[in-house]
């Protein structure tokens, strides 16, 4: 088992900054690709940004590349997300996933977070 808690979300301006956390316990988190998804009112669950098990691959969204960045800090087991320029359509719960490989599809996580909620106001 994985436990994994989300910190950092919070409200912010149109074109500001955050950065959210995620915290893992349990089994050894070095061994498990990373991932953030994200989900708005009304909408489904859309993948945002993912990490490898090394941190050596990184994958986002097309609606976040060169925005947001994703990395992780093992010895310190918790993976970040970097949000910088943000804008109203961000606004979404922001949930870290674990699991074996680094993909963009939902499915294949294994352990989630119970979210975050990051709120951008025009």
């Known amino acids: 088992q994985v436990q994994l808690v989300e910190s950092g979300g919070g409200l912010v301006q149109a074109g500001g900054s955050l950065r959210l956390s995620c915290a893992a316990s349990?089994?050894?988190?070095?061994?498990?690709?990373m991932a953030w998804f994200r989900q708005a009112p009304g909408k489904e669950r859309e993948f945002v940004a993912a990490?490898?098990?090394?941190?050596?691959?990184?994958y986002y969204a097309d609606s976040v590349k060169g925005r947001f960045t994703i990395s992780r800090d093992s010895a310190k087991n918790t993976v970040y997300l970097q949000m910088n320029s943000l804008k109203p359509e961000d606004t979404a719960v922001y949930y870290c996933?674990?699991?074996?490989?680094?993909?963009?599809?939902?499915?294949?996580?294994?352990?989630w977070g119970q979210g975050t909620q990051v709120t951008v106001s025009s």
């Open positions: 996933a674990a699991g074996r490989v680094a993909t963009r599809f939902g499915v294949e996580y294994d352990y």
């Open positions: 990490i490898s098990w090394s941190g050596g691959s990184t």
């Open positions: 349990g089994r050894t988190f070095s061994g498990y690709a």
